[in-house]
Nanobody, 117 residues
Framework: VQLVESGGGLVQPGGSLRLSCAFS????????MRWYRQAPGKARELVAA????????NYADSVKGRFTISRDNAKNTAYLQMNSLKSEDTAVYYC???????????WGQGTQVTVSS
């Protein structure tokens, strides 16, 4: 499995970004997708998750109401729409794929998100 994130960058507080995670190698429909982030000096944290069929989503309390995770199984791509961004959202964001049965998981290389004026 290969995961390639894109869409990161520099944005002002209150702005928006949409991250994409392109999946290749196996059947995308068999994998739940997650977005994690890691800020300098902090542990990696789970931001959002979506089930393999897209029917279930979960969010960290810190991003509820601001971030939306989604997936397009026809395009083998997962997304993270981030609105009302805050400086504390600054981090490297990683895409993670988890097989629904074996729980084997894969990581992308990460994309930097910087929220600053």
């Amino acid at each position: 499995v290969q995961l390639v994130e894109s869409g990161g960058g520099l944005v002002q507080p209150g702005g928006s970004l949409r991250l994409s995670c392109a999946f290749s190698g196996f059947n995308f429909n068999n994998y739940g997708m997650r977005w994690y982030r890691q800020a300098p000096g902090k542990a990696r944290e789970l931001v959002a998750a979506i089930s393999s069929d897209g029917g279930s989503t979960n969010y960290a309390d810190s991003v509820k109401g601001r971030f939306t995770i989604s997936r397009d199984n026809a395009k083998n791509t997962a997304y993270l729409q981030m609105n009302s961004l805050k400086s504390e959202d600054t981090a490297v964001y990683y895409c993670n794929a988890v097989h629904f049965g074996t729980r084997i998981n894969y990581w992308g290389q990460g994309t930097q998100v910087t929220v600053s004026s």
